[in-house]
Each structure stands twice: as structure tokens, then as C-alpha cells.
């Protein structure tokens, strides 16, 4: 069965602090996986999309990377600041069932002044 | 560029009625993609159109519908609503079929349905 699980819930950390959020998912035959975040009440910004034959993908102070044989991504965010409060979720889907899209449960970030 | 919009954004339905809620990509946008959230189940795929063609469908029953109109514009439909059906609902539209995360989705803000 084809599942996506994020640890941690809940992430408090102080402001300008490095911190990695992980998404992890079976069957590592995935075709793309992608990281968005939500803020309180409102739709998904998309972040990074990563396909299957990549490794990582960076954004500015973002920088997503893909292992695939572990079946984990991991978010990396550099000199976190308040206005990365939010919760953050990854979607994957895979190459049997390119259709499928799993959305994980998210990690709720806050980021203390 | 306009985002994507949704109406209404708040909804308050009783059991047993239907409703139907609007969706508006950005536009050159053919593909829009419908979402449920709760707190229980997360985020859920309901439906893809793209060329006013359903493509692909998650795992909702039967009273979950929507359509596309030739400007791109979607509509959702849910009859004989439940007390489970309150939720975030979520459209996203793409350039191309969004299927597999094939291409970057942008969401709009969702419509928030309470059914009591």
C-alpha cells in the first residue's frame, strides 16, 4: 500500500535556526514528489517539485532533497525567519499509479521571534 | 496575473441538501483539480478535469460530481450532503494535466463547507 508520513507533527524552533522537515513514503518507485505549504486557513503554495530522476531541488533558502532508495525527501530551510510559520506538506505519486496523488499529514512549523 | 479564485468561501448547508461550489483557474490554465481537506483524512484528491473531460478520479462516492466549461471554469457538485462532508474544499489549476504531479499546481484559497 502506497503511504506518505511526515515526523514531526508540530516543529517549534527560534528564529534564524536551520531546520530539516522529512517526508517518508513506501515504494520507492515514485515519478515526482513535491513540497507545498499552507498558511492558517488558506490553499497550498507550491514550493519544489522534484521529479524521480532528481536529487534535489533548491530555492532560495529552500532546498529539497529525494532519496529514493530510503523512500525519503527532506525540506531544508537555512536562517528560518517568523513568515515560515506555517505547515508544511509533501505529495508524492508513482510510477504504477501515475494517477495517484498521496498527500502527507504535514508538519506544523512555527518559528519564534 | 490573477490567481485562482473560488465562491463562495464560506458555506453553511443542512444535511440532505446539495451544493454546488465554482472554481476559476489562472488563466491559460487548462487543468483544473479538485481537493478535499479535514482534519481526520488530510488532504484528498477528488477529480481532474482538463478539456472539459473528467481524467482522472480519486476514491469518493458517487454524490461527489463536477464539470468544466469550455473557459476552463469548473464547478463541484456534492448531493445529499453528509456532516462528513464538512471540509476545506481545494481546486488547483495547472497547464497541463496534473496527473502524477506531471506539472506545478496552484491552489486557490478553497471554499470552507459546514453541514450541520
Known amino acids: 500500500k502506497q503511504e506518505v508520513t511526515q515526523i514531526p507533527a508540530a516543529l517549534s524552533v527560534p528564529e534564524g535556526e536551520n531546520l530539516v522537515l522529512n517526508c517518508s513514503f513506501t515504494d520507492s518507485a515514485i515519478y515526482n514528489l513535491q513540497w507545498f505549504r499552507q498558511d492558517p486557513g488558506k490553499g497550498l503554495t507550491s514550493l519544489l517539485l522534484?521529479?524521480?530522476?532528481?536529487r534535489e531541488q533548491t530555492s532560495g533558502r529552500l532546498n529539497a532533497s529525494l532519496d529514493k532508495s530510503s523512500g525519503r525527501s527532506t525540506l531544508y530551510i537555512a536562517a528560518s525567519q517568523p513568515g515560515d510559520s506555517a505547515t508544511y506538506l509533501c505529495a508524492v505519486s508513482w510510477q504504477t499509479s501515475y494517477d495517484k496523488v498521496i498527500f502527507g499529514p504535514g508538519t506544523s512549523l512555527s518559528v519564534i521571534p | 496575473k490573477a490567481g485562482v479564485t473560488q465562491t463562495p468561501r464560506y458555506l453553511i448547508k443542512t444535511r440532505g441538501q446539495q451544493v454546488t461550489l465554482s472554481c476559476s483557474p489562472i488563466s491559460g490554465h487548462r487543468s483544473v483539480s479538485w481537493y478535499q481537506q479535514t482534519p481526520g483524512q488530510g488532504l484528498q484528491f477528488l477529480f481532474e478535469y482538463f478539456s472539459e473531460t473528467q481524467r482522472n478520479k480519486g476514491n469518493f462516492p458517487g454524490r461527489f460530481s463536477g464539470r468544466q466549461f469550455s473557459n476552463s471554469r469548473s464547478e463541484m457538485n456534492v448531493s445529499t450532503l453528509e456532516l462528513g462532508d464538512s471540509a476545506l474544499y481545494l481546486c488547483a489549476s495547472s497547464l497541463g494535466l496534473a496527473g502524477g504531479l506531471a506539472y506545478e499546481q496552484y491552489f486557490g484559497p478553497g471554499t470552507r463547507l459546514t453541514v450541520t
Open positions: 522534484i521529479q524521480s530522476s532528481q
